[in-house]
């Protein structure tokens, strides 16, 4: 369990310290997706690599986290219309998705993303009755490269799991760098006192 916190904890501060995206909405978005995450086999790490980048095109993460849960449960559902949406062959797409759903999710937005801006992807985005969540999946289609660049980040840091007590170090130095000048400054105004009151001491 102490490993597990200290790779989670470390997959999040690497993704949040070489991001624009926040702490505290990697882990609010990943604790959303997680359960829909693992009925698909997409990994937690995986799960920061989207968050970071709806995070850093600023999509609400309610909004953001259920657009992106039922698009995984949609393609699920009907595999030969995402697998045509994907540009792919229904039994490579459908055996792809069992193997590994996140590259499969990728490919579909990588695929929806060629196809243009939101205006282009908008009919799509109808008929896969998600319009409302247009903005967040255009976001996730316009930045594929970016979302394997944070889940590689996350899973590199999570695999490590040293980035967080790292972190923890630095912090920890940091203040006890502030304490010790704060002790030498408080030193000195005391010899400076001593001085004016009692020159002899």
Same mark, same amino acid.
């Given at each position: ?65 259920? @657009?992106?849960? *039922? ?5 699920? =559902? /009907?595999? %030969?219309?995402? &697998?045509?949406?994907? #540009?792919?062959? +229904? ?49 996730? @289609?316009?930045? *594929? ?5 944070? =889940? /590689?980040? %996350?899973?590199? &840091?999570?695999?490590? #799991?040293?980035? +967080? ?37």
């Amino acid at each position: 369990l102490r490993g597990a916190m200290l790779a989670t904890g470390s997959a999040i501060n690497e993704v949040a310290q070489n991001s624009s995206a926040a702490e505290s909405y990697l882990v609010d978005f990943t604790a959303r997706v997680s359960g829909t995450g693992k009925q698909a086999g997409i990994s937690q790490t995986q799960i920061m690599g989207f968050a970071s980048v709806l995070d850093q095109d600023m999509q609400q993460v309610e909004m953001a986290s259920t @657009a992106l849960q *039922t698009v995984i449960m949609k393609v699920y =559902q /009907e595999p %030969a219309k995402f &697998a045509k949406m994907a #540009g792919k062959d +229904v039994k490579d797409f459908t055996k792809l998705l069992k193997e590994d759903a996140n590259e499969a999710l990728l490919q579909l937005l990588e695929n929806l993303g060629s196809k243009g801006g939101l205006q282009q992807l908008a009919p799509l985005f109808k008929d896969m009755k998600l319009d409302g969540a247009a903005g967040v999946l255009n976001t996730l @289609a316009a930045n *594929t490269a970016s979302i394997r660049e944070e =889940q /590689e980040r %996350a899973t590199t &840091a999570y695999k490590e #799991g040293t980035s +967080v007590i790292n972190e923890f170090n630095v912090q920890n130095n940091t203040v006890q760098a502030r304490l010790d000048k704060a002790k030498n400054g408080f030193k000195e105004v005391s010899y400076q006192l001593g001085e004016k009151m009692l020159p002899l001491m």
